[in-house]
């Protein structure tokens, strides 16, 4: 069973009941199914990060049947509106939470830490609790590649990148876009434009005018919920790439390839271990070699020899024999950000808080 409901249902639900925190898990009956509430920032449409976890579910739904009822809550805004939906979702008997932005960490533990039979999975963070694991996808593995492709197909030097928030997780996407690039043409830039917004189609459409205006003639879509940025390039006849679902349609000839996402394999395993009294928190960073990122639809203008490079470099990322961040690394101010011959630690790379050489836009402060 599926149940799609949107800010404005939810909202009108809590006020009536007058949630604003848990008021206690009800208590579900053996033969009822198990609630499984998916929250997220942006409306659930027919690509981007909405949809893939929304994917990410259906094999989910084809092994339980009726045996689980899911319940999609989008375009919920990040502060307080999610705090008390997430609470309401719990109270009404979803005993599986899946908190679907960087922001809802501190409400989603919250929920997690006052309802221990509730198992909750939190999208990008951090935290660790015994029934709260995050989750987020090492899409450093496929932008590193796309890098590779990226630095093939320009002819300016000059690449761009239309980001949502300055959040480690998309900060380590460009970098690795970057070092792929550099690995190819060592001199490739690489300009950023942040639209601090999931979800906001005009303000992407004017950044990657923007960077387009600035001869950046191969662009990188990172983290954006609409095709945009993918329909804008395709428009100005300049490759594009995207993260998590697929926007070849948005861009029949110029679309460069996608680094898609399929959260199936873990979300089918918690619960899994969720239905078994299993589960335990902990700390889910995946990617190529776990079959959660892949890159799908490659541009077939991509030189073949540059293809069969890039599939090299895939294999040995999916065996563990290659990392993108294996020094020697510099930061964007010229100091040493990995020595030689040392790899980041997966802690050290969700914690990354600086460019590489070569990203030309500072952080925001």
């Known amino acids: 069973m599926l149940i799609n409901l949107t800010r404005r249902t939810l909202m ?16 579900l009956a053996a033969d009822e199914p198990l609630g499984i509430a998916l929250v997220v920032p942006s409306p659930v449409g027919d690509v981007g990060w909405g949809r893939a976890l929304a994917d990410g579910l259906e094999p989910v739904k084809a092994a ?11 375009n919920i805004q990040e502060g307080p509106d999610a705090d008390r939906i997430m609470n309401k979702a719990v109270a009404d008997g979803n005993k599986f939470l899946i908190a679907g932005s960087f922001g809802y960490q501190n409400g989603a533990l919250q929920v997690a830490r006052r309802n221990p039979d509730v198992t909750v999975l939190h999208a990008s963070g951090f935290q660790v609790a015994p029934n709260f694991s995050p989750f987020a996808a090492q899409y450093s593995q496929g932008t590193y590649l796309m890098g590779m492709a990226a630095a093939a197909l320009s002819k300016t030097g000059k690449l761009g990148s239309v980001s949502a928030f300055a959040i480690p997780e998309l900060i380590t996407s460009i970098n690795a876009f970057t070092l792929g690039a550099q690995a190819v043409k060592p001199d490739v830039e690489v300009s950023v434009v942040w639209v601090n917004s999931w979800f906001d189609p ?103 020899d540059m293809m069969a490079k890039i599939k090299e470099v895939e294999a040995k990322i999916a065996n563990g024999s290659f990392s993108p961040f294996t020094g020697p690394i510099a930061k964007a101010d010229g100091s040493e950000g990995v020595p030689a011959g040392k790899t980041m630690t997966q802690a050290e790379i969700v914690a990354m808080d600086w460019h590489v050489k070569g990203v030309t836009t500072p952080l925001p402060k």
């Open 12 to 27: 009108k639900g809590a006020a009536a009941s007058g949630l604003v925190a848990a008021v206690g898990s009800r208590a």
């Open 64 to 74: 339980y049947g009726d045996k689980v009822k899911v319940t999609i809550i989008e």
């Open 202 to 304: 005009a303000k992407e459409q004017e950044a990657a005018k923007a960077l387009l205006a600035q001869k950046c003639d191969v662009i990188f879509s990172n983290a954006q919920d609409t095709p945009s940025v993918i329909s804008a390039c395709e428009e100005a006849g300049v490759p594009a790439f995207n993260l998590n679902s697929s926007m070849k349609k948005y861009a029949p000839k110029t679309y460069l390839g996608c680094v898609a996402t399929d959260w199936s394999p873990f979300f089918k395993a918690s619960v899994d271990a969720h239905l078994a009294g299993s589960f335990k928190g902990a700390n889910a960073f995946l990617g190529v070699g776990d079959k959660v990122v892949e890159v799908v639809d490659w541009n077939p203008g991509i030189p073949a």
